[in-house]
């Protein structure tokens, strides 16, 4: 409200309770605009430029529920995919391999990890095939 914050990054939900919704249940004056302006559009040239569709979400499993419980890293990606929605968006880390290995390389250029983690590091052994 007071321009000392020069940019945010959220995505406005359609309904009313945004980013501008006050504890007190008022609205703040928020003023923003969209960085791009046909956000869809720059989606699409993204994509078709790099082949990456950006991941939204993660599922994270502690390592020893998986190592507990064979098969719970798959029923919760089965679990997933019963819920799709008919949206384009892909599932699974095979389906996100670009994204994932240029975030990986993203986060050791910008000294985020110490070294390059490879993506067999991150994910159970399994799922790199779904």
Do not use: C, M
Not at 16 to 39: C, V
Not at 57 to 84: C, K, M, N, P, Q
Request: net charge negative; hydrophobic share 40%.
């Amino acid at each position: 409200e007071d321009g000392k914050l020069d940019a945010i990054l959220f995505h406005p939900p359609p309904d009313a309770g945004s980013i501008d919704e006050k504890h007190d249940g008022g609205r703040a004056r928020l003023r923003y605009r969209s960085l791009f302006a046909d956000p869809a559009a720059e989606s699409a040239r993204y994509f078709s430029k790099t082949g990456i569709v950006p991941v939204n979400h993660g599922v994270v499993i502690r390592r020893s529920i998986v190592e507990e419980h064979a098969g719970v890293a798959r029923d919760i990606y089965d679990a997933f995919l019963s819920t799709h929605n008919g949206s384009i968006a892909p599932y699974g880390v095979k389906a996100n391999q670009l994204a994932l290995e240029t975030l990986l390389q993203y986060l050791h250029e910008q000294h985020l990890t110490q070294s390059l983690v490879e993506i067999g590091d991150v994910f159970a052994g399994e799922s790199l095939e779904w």
